[in-house]
T-cell receptor
Framework: LAKTTQPISMDSYEGQEVNITCSHN???????ITWYQQFPSQGPRFIIQ???TKVTNEVASLFIPADRKSSTLSLPRVSLSDTAVYYC???????????FGKGTRLHILP | DTEVTQTPKHLVMGMTNKKSLKCEQH?????MYWYKQKAKKPPELMFV???????INESVPSRFSPECPNSSLLNLHLHALQPEDSALYLC?????????????FGPGTRLLVL
């Protein structure tokens, strides 16, 4: 299984760009990298997914270097409502499991 | 409609009770999942159903019994639970199984076992 490592927590201020990096040294050839956001007492919500290079949607950007051993979730101009836990997931191409890492608790300050 | 619904929202049960958690989706998804989440921990996969058949059981104790009566419904039957089973139980669905498939999660059922 491709294990992921993320910072346990991060603080930032409203209006700043936040970058959360995830390490996944054992990523397999056909694994995708997916990020989810979870607010307290809610289910996780899909943010973005990528395989290589850069992916951007209306919420975030995902940067993946050529070796794919890490990825960076970029949240532009965060607000207080972006305070949540962010999970980096790497799919195990051998079966249908997706394993959540420990996540990063992002705290946005006014 | 991209919603996964779960009932009940909260459940308190004794160790001798039998109860069921329900999950429903109408997105035409053929994969459904049960996760368990303890406070300040990531969700842990319990079961995966693919086309109404159990495809993954993550060595979950038999006091948890999943059921998928049709492609829209997923149940989790609970019997003789222990206090350490208290957690948020999350249901999710996706078009199919596979790591590239986006999972849509319900709001969860918060379970307290006394």
């Amino acid at each position: 299984l491709a294990k992921t490592t993320q910072p346990i927590s991060m603080d930032s201020y409203e209006g700043q760009e936040v970058n959360i990096t995830c390490s996944h040294n054992n990523i397999a050839t056909n694994d995708y990298i997916t990020w989810y956001q979870q607010f307290p007492s809610q289910g996780p919500r899909f943010i973005i997914q990528g395989y290589k290079t850069k992916v951007t949607n209306e919420v975030a950007s995902l940067f993946i270097p050529a070796d794919r051993k890490s990825s960076t979730l970029s949240l532009p101009r965060v607000s207080l409502s972006d305070t949540a836990v962010y999970y980096c997931l790497v799919g195990d191409g051998r079966d249908d499991k997706i394993i959540f890492g420990k996540g990063t608790r992002l705290h946005i300050l006014p | 409609d991209t919603e996964v619904t779960q009932t009940p929202k909260h459940l308190v049960m004794g160790m001798t009770n039998k109860k069921s958690l329900k999950c429903e989706q109408h997105m035409g998804h053929r994969a459904m999942y049960w996760y368990k989440q303890k406070a300040k921990k990531p969700p842990e996969l319990m079961f995966v159903y693919s086309y109404e058949k159990l495809s993954i059981n993550e060595s979950v104790p038999s006091r948890f019994s999943p059921e998928c009566p049709n492609s829209s419904l997923l149940n989790l039957h609970l019997h003789a639970l222990q206090p350490e089973d208290s957690a948020l139980y999350l249901c999710a669905s996706s078009r199919q199984t596979g790591p590239q498939e986006t999972q849509y999660f319900g709001p969860g059922t918060r379970l307290l076992v006394l």
